[in-house]
């Protein structure tokens, strides 16, 4: 039995997975993804999260068909640990009978990240990140495709937040992430973003989608690393901090795109500051299990 924290649900595996598929399912379609007959290329990393996207996209295209996938795979020229996972990436793809294409940063960029980052090991995520964006980009338009989806799960979703604060990075936090127009020309979808990755692990393992995989060397030099551990150790404490966090940079976004809130007005009772009729203190203080607060 697993416990979702968050709901304070236990579920067996069938729940689970059937839960799993199920908001995969909800989140293509709040998305509206991809329409019927469209040539998505999967990004396959050969790890956890894109080995079940793909697993649940097959599914998903052998039931209702119309998707025409195709795995991509890049390898960032990472020594120790993308030998294996290419590997596993080619064995997945066969497995569903998806064709694969891989490209290499040494093709595509003149250079594995293991050189590029030379020195400068502590930006090796970022570097990566920008350059496998371009990377998939290429690769997809080449292969013809009409979107990409990605293996973003919920907790990549609230560390992207909590390192946009971190920065400071006023412009990324104030976008809206599921806007069409921010996703570029080449649309990017992720099925997986509402699903936590101990989830999305799970799902793995009961459907015996993967064994156990070497890790990327450089995953703990970044601030990503820092965020990670942070939001666990919040998650643990108080289930459902992954997605509030989430849910919250949304509405700080729609909020921006509707103009700046109005200014606080006064408290009809107490004439404090108050975004609404009463403040939070009268309006707590309504229920009469208190004592009245002194009016003016
Ligand atoms: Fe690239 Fe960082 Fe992921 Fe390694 S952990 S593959 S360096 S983004
Ligand atoms: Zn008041």
Same mark, same amino acid.
């Given at each position: /039995?697993?416990?979702?924290?968050a !709901?304070?649900?236990?579920l067996?595996?069938? +729940?689970?997975?059937?839960?799993?598929?199920?908001?995969?399912?909800?989140?293509?379609?709040?998305?509206?993804?991809?329409?019927?007959?469209?040539? =998505?290329? =999967?990004?396959?990393?050969?790890?956890? *999260?894109?080995?079940?996207?793909?697993?649940l996209? +097959?599914?998903?295209?052998?039931?209702?068909?119309?998707?025409?996938?195709?795995?991509?795979? =890049? $390898?960032? @020229?990472?020594?120790?640990?993308?030998?294996?996972?290419l590997?596993?990436?080619?064995?997945?793809?066969?497995?569903?009978?998806?064709? +694969?294409? !891989?490209?290499?940063?040494?093709?595509?960029?003149?250079?594995?990240? *293991?050189?590029?980052?030379e @020195?400068?090991? +502590?930006?090796?995520?970022? %570097?990566?990140?920008?350059?496998?964006?371009?990377a998939? !980009?290429?690769?997809? #338009?080449?292969?013809?495709?009409?979107?990409?989806?990605?293996?973003?799960?919920?907790?990549?979703?609230? &560390?992207?937040?909590?390192?946009?604060?971190? #920065?400071?990075?006023? *412009?990324?936090?104030?976008? *809206?992430?599921?806007?069409?127009?921010?996703?570029?020309?080449?649309?990017?979808f992720?099925?997986?973003?509402?699903?936590?990755?101990?989830?999305?692990?799970?799902?793995?393992v009961?459907?015996? %989608?993967?064994?156990?995989?070497?890790?990327?060397?450089?995953?703990?030099?970044?601030?990503?690393?820092?965020?990670?551990? /942070?939001?666990?150790?919040?998650?643990?404490?108080?289930?459902? !901090?992954?997605? #509030?966090? =989430?849910?919250?940079?949304?509405?700080?976004?729609?909020?921006?795109?509707?103009?700046?809130?109005?200014?606080?007005?006064?408290?009809?009772?107490?004439? $404090?500051?108050?975004? $609404?009729?009463?403040? &939070?203190?009268?309006?707590?203080?309504?229920?009469?299990?208190?004592?009245?607060? #002194?009016?003016?």
């Amino acid at each position: /039995m697993y416990l979702q924290r968050a !709901t304070g649900r236990h579920l067996c595996a069938g +729940h689970l997975a059937e839960e799993v598929e199920g908001r995969v399912r909800e989140t293509m379609a709040a998305d509206g993804m991809p329409p019927g007959g469209s040539r =998505v290329a =999967v990004a396959l990393s050969g790890g956890k *999260d894109s080995t079940v996207l793909l697993s649940l996209l +097959h599914g998903i295209t052998q039931e209702s068909g119309g998707l025409d996938l195709v795995a991509i795979t =890049v $390898d960032e @020229g990472i020594a120790g640990y993308r030998e294996e996972t290419l590997r596993a990436a080619t064995a997945t793809a066969a497995r569903f009978g998806v064709p +694969h294409r !891989t490209g290499s940063f040494a093709d595509l960029f003149g250079g594995t990240l *293991d050189r590029v980052v030379e @020195g400068q090991e +502590h930006r090796a995520c970022s %570097l990566c990140g920008i350059l496998r964006r371009k990377a998939l !980009t290429i690769l997809a #338009r080449d292969e013809g495709a009409d979107c990409i989806a990605t293996g973003h799960n919920l907790d990549d979703e609230a &560390q992207s937040v909590l390192m946009n604060w971190l #920065r400071g990075d006023r *412009d990324r936090l104030l976008r *809206d992430p599921l806007q069409p127009g921010q996703r570029g020309f080449l649309p990017r979808f992720k099925p997986l973003r509402e699903i936590p990755e101990k989830e999305v692990a799970l799902y793995g393992v009961i459907a015996s %989608l993967f064994s156990p995989m070497p890790e990327c060397p450089y995953r703990h030099t970044a601030l990503r690393g820092e965020a990670r551990a /942070m939001l666990n150790a919040m998650e643990q404490r108080f289930p459902g !901090t992954l997605e #509030r966090v =989430v849910q919250g940079q949304r509405t700080l976004a729609r909020g921006a795109a509707g103009g700046i809130p109005a200014p606080l007005g006064a408290c009809a009772r107490c004439g $404090d500051p108050a975004s $609404d009729h009463l403040c &939070q203190a009268c309006r707590l203080l309504e229920g009469g299990s208190f004592r009245p607060v #002194r009016h003016r």
